[in-house]
């Protein structure tokens, strides 16, 4: 049954990042360089009704807090940000959309899972000299949440309610996402663009 | 055609919904050391090895956890890996159904050539360590896009907003560095 799961989850989400344009690195590069942010407004678009719907159909009781899986905050979290991010905007791939972008056609992408897989085996072989210099040690109490969700595994930074607080949150992200201008760059059109009229 | 951002918006935020409201949230970077783990054992079978209680490996990183990564190598089809199969599939029909990726594009995005230019050796080398950063910096993140950035801020997660806070401090002036032309 999971496996099954799988297939359709895996595959709406490849049809979706194709759809949505994730997969394409000028898309990616045009939002990364300010100059089409149409990809971060749906991404923040996406982010938001998650949440209001996750958070929201817990409260209702009708999805499971124990599927919730919080990652652990560390130093590393954020140095391991900046190297993605770096590589995310010279290739236009994250791991996601470089395998989508792979499987519809573009090289590339192959050039790309291929330097990642190197990436990764690298990181596997660095993993007890990175584990030594103690960027992996939990900060702030490692795997919590921004407030404290009712019957959750995971602590809450805050003592706030959890739930309210992600529906809030996203409410948040949804108006940051209708208010984000398309350009943030006034003046330069978006990089390598053919001449379309604005929206 | 890309959808409407509005429209875009909700169909991802409502893919994440269903996967964590049916199994548990979206993450795709470990697949790449399952992989690496998948090969390994393929090239050295003594890299992962089953045990009375699980399975372990020589490398520490996919003994960790008990030999949760080691277990996934010696079992491909497992949810998460299974689930970037099949995304690269829904990817790869749904850009055939709208007609596909044109050839030129196919090596070199028009937003390179009008920066780099033509030469495809020099795209497939910037893509090659591209990749080769993101995927170590994932790792070293303990997720990627998908699981730090969407499923860990849709969650409120604290390690969502330091990834998130990390990945665009360092993408945004080097994507405004890098690509210059219009």
Not at chain 1, 18 to 47: C, E, F, Q, S, Y
Not at chain 1, 91 to 103: H, K, S
Not at chain 2, 44 to 63: I, R
Not at chain 2, 100 to 111: C, L, M, N, Q, T
Request: hydrophobic share 50%; aromatic share 8%.
């Amino acid at each position: 049954m999971t496996i099954f799961l799988a297939l359709i989850l895996g595959a709406a989400f490849g049809a979706v990042l194709d759809r949505i344009g994730a997969t394409n690195p000028n898309v990616a590069i045009r939002m990364l360089n300010l100059t089409n942010l149409n990809l971060a407004k749906t991404i923040i678009l996406a982010i938001g009704v998650g949440s209001v719907l996750m958070f929201g159909g817990q409260m209702l009781g009708l999805v499971d807090v124990a599927h919730m899986s919080v990652k652990a905050a560390y130093a590393g979290v954020f140095v391991g940000g900046l190297l993605l991010g770096t590589g995310w905007a010279i290739a236009g791939y994250c791991p996601g959309t470089g395998v989508g972008a792979a499987a519809s056609g573009r090289k590339d992408a192959l050039f790309f899972i291929a330097g990642g897989l190197l990436g990764a085996a690298a990181y596997m072989v660095a993993y007890p000299s990175i584990k030594a210099t103690g960027l992996l040690n939990a900060i702030a109490g490692g795997k919590v949440t921004l407030g404290t969700i009712p019957g959750a595994k995971y602590e809450g930074l805050t003592a706030l309610p959890g739930d309210v607080l992600g529906i809030v949150l996203g409410l948040v992200f949804i108006a940051v996402a209708f208010l984000l201008p398309t350009n943030l760059r006034a003046g330069k059109a978006p990089a390598g663009a053919q001449a379309t009229p604005a929206e | 055609m890309t959808l409407d951002w509005r429209i875009g918006g909700v169909a991802l935020g409502l893919v994440f919904l269903l996967a964590v409201t049916l199994v548990k949230p979206i993450g795709v970077s470990t697949q790449f050391v399952i992989l690496d783990g998948i090969i390994g054992d393929a090239v050295n079978a003594e890299l992962v090895t089953k045990t009375e209680e699980g399975y372990t490996s020589t490398n520490a990183y996919l003994a960790k956890s008990n030999g949760k990564y080691a277990k996934n190598v010696a079992n491909p089809l497992n949810y998460s890996f299974v689930f970037v199969v099949a995304m690269a599939i829904g990817a790869a029909v749904s850009a055939k159904l709208r007609g596909g990726i044109d050839k030129a594009e196919r090596a070199v995005p028009e937003v390179w050539r009008a920066n780099f230019g033509d030469s495809a050796a020099k795209r497939y080398g910037a893509a090659f360590i591209g990749g080769f950063i993101v995927l170590f910096g994932a790792r070293l993140a303990g997720g990627c896009t998908s699981g730090h950035m969407m499923s860990g801020l849709m969650q409120t997660a604290l390690s969502g907003y330091i990834f998130t806070l990390g990945a665009f401090a360092a993408a945004i002036p080097t994507a405004i560095y890098m690509y210059r032309k219009g």
